[in-house]
């Protein structure tokens, strides 16, 4: 019997550019993932970017979620910003809504809502928040979140459905939390063999072997190795599962391929 109860699927954060600015190679994401999460326009997005990131979707028939973050798009909406209860649900309303009248304009459902950087990592430490959050979520309408934390906890208490998330790209605390990151950091350092280099090592992406080593002790032993060396277990208990991965992550593209390889795998050899 497998550590997870439920076959894995993949989410990306998409249509997080804004302007003529583009953020991620979401062209390239979007064949391989199972879920999308939408920005709203508040930490990154803006209507013609979330009207084709919707169209692009549809077209490869990806699951649609809002993706609603704090008022900051010089700050990526990973920076903290103290708002009111009553201003945290209004701003999570007003983020779904505008996604949902472009998903009706193409006839598509709302599949789920997953708050965005530093707003999610505010809502597992902090329980008002979290409710102020889930507040402006629609009735019956699933959350992404952070088993084992106000995220799970709160959901259930709304009657919220809860699908349990995994990080491909992202680095755990021994406290079973994300490291949350402003900009996207590199995976590793390594040696810089050049002339001229101002230290002796210098960032890379994440490749795929660490990639799969990474994912694979999360999805086959939901058990992950954290920041300070430590094995922690996570607690996924039955719940539906969604391992997230980042456009914005240097060397997206390659960490989603891995991903969908190693989730495929799993997948196949026990749900198949």
């Known amino acids: 019997m497998p550590a997870l109860r439920h076959p894995v699927k993949i989410n990306v954060d ?3 550019g804004y302007g003529n600015f583009k953020c991620g190679p979401d062209d390239e994401l979007i064949p391989l993932i199972d879920h999308a999460n ?28 809002a993706h609603p973050g704090l008022p900051d798009i010089q700050g990526f909406g990973r920076r903290e910003i103290k708002m009111s209860p009553e201003e ?33 990592g505010m809502m597992y430490r902090d329980k008002e928040i979290c409710r102020a959050v889930y507040a402006g979520v629609p009735k019956g309408v699933p959350v992404f979140g ?62 795929a072997e ?22 922690v277990e996570l607690p ?4 539906q599962v969604s391992l997230c991965c980042h456009s914005d992550s240097p060397g997206a593209v390659e960490i989603v391929t891995a991903a969908r390889a190693i989730v495929d795998e799993f997948n196949k050899k026990h749900f198949s």
């Open 210 to 231: 660490e990639t799969k080593k990474h994912i694979r002790s999360q999805v086959e032993t939901s058990s992950v190795t954290a920041v300070n060396g430590e094995n």
């Open 88 to 120: 945290l649900t209004a701003m999570v309303t007003y983020q779904v809504g505008a996604l949902r009248g472009f998903l009706d304009a193409e006839g598509v459902p709302l599949n789920h809502v997953k708050p965005h950087g530093v707003l999610y």
């Open 14 to 16: 998409l249509g997080e």
């Open 236 to 239: 996924i208990g039955d719940h």
């Open 146 to 207: 952070l088993a084992g934390t106000y995220h799970e906890e709160v959901a259930k208490e709304l009657d919220l459905p809860f699908v349990a998330e995994l990080y491909g790209d992202v680095k755990y605390n021994p406290d079973k939390t994300l490291v949350i990151d402003r900009k996207k950091k590199y995976g590793l350092l390594i040696f810089c063999p050049f002339n001229g280099c101002d230290a002796d090592f210098v960032p890379r992406a994440w490749t």
């Open 38 to 65: 939408i920005a709203c326009g508040f930490h990154a997005g803006d209507p013609l970017i979330m009207q084709q990131t919707v169209r692009s979707c549809k077209t490869h028939n990806i699951a649609i979620g």
